[in-house]
């Protein structure tokens, strides 16, 4: 079976280098919404067995307009281990502030997986994050255990290279390595043995948005 993960659109703190986290939310960009009706049109055919999402608007928003452009007419089932990381205090903050006031927090963060104690922000670390992905992934294959089986499901920027990271084995200093992702993107991860072990089939997949991407939009 095949999981299609998503980051969700674009939205007004994503251009602003503002950390959202789990918590803060802020809404999608015009930008966005024509980003999201491509991604629908280009997953157009695909046969999904559902889609899930984040509880938190920009996450719901980008699954259900991708499920409009689709015309698969699936509800979008709201799953909590989809949530964004808890970045505790860092969350409402511009990246440059936050990088000013937790400088070291900040660095571990981006570059140091193994390192990144939120315990001075009152965060979520990403051990838990990881686990958390791992049992939704797990649990998507066990319910939909056939090669043909596919779902998708629409997360977050950091949660998603935490979560991938993890499914696909690496260990937790290198579970970022493969660099972020990009809003709208789609990467597509597949198990065979029913959840215990995954491999990349797409990464970080753009093409369909048809335009450049800024910097921001891999923040």
């Not at 991708?66 to 709201?78: C, G, K, Q, R, T």
């Not at 809003?183 to 597949?190: A, R």
């Not at 335009?211 to 939009?217: A, F, H, W």
Request: proline share 5%; no cysteine; charged share 30%.
């Amino acid at each position: 079976m095949q999981i299609y993960f998503v980051r969700h659109g674009k939205t007004e703190w994503n251009l602003a280098s503002r950390f959202q986290g789990g918590h803060g939310d802020s809404p999608l960009l015009d930008q966005s919404l024509e980003d999201i009706k491509k991604l629908g049109k280009y997953l157009r055919g695909t046969k999904f067995r559902g889609i899930f999402s984040s509880p938190l608007q920009r996450a719901f928003n980008t699954a259900q307009g991708i499920d409009d452009a689709m015309n698969a007419n699936l509800p979008v089932v709201i799953d909590e281990r989809l949530r964004e990381f808890n970045l505790g205090d860092m969350e409402g903050m511009l990246f440059d502030d936050a990088s000013k006031k937790y400088p070291v927090q900040m660095d571990n963060f981006w570059h140091h997986p193994d390192k990144y104690d939120p315990t001075e922000l009152n965060g979520e670390d990403y051990p838990h994050v990881i686990a958390r992905g791992k049992d939704f992934a797990q649990e998507m294959a066990k319910r939909f255990p056939e090669e043909n089986d596919k779902i998708l499901a629409v997360s977050h920027g950091a949660a998603l290279s935490a979560i991938m990271g993890g499914l696909l084995g690496y260990p937790l200093k290198d579970v970022r390595k493969r660099g972020g992702l990009s809003n709208t993107s789609l990467t597509i991860l597949e198990t065979d043995d029913g959840g215990k072990s995954f491999k990349p089939v797409l990464w970080n997949e753009t093409s369909y948005l048809e335009r450049k991407l800024s910097k921001t939009d891999s923040l």
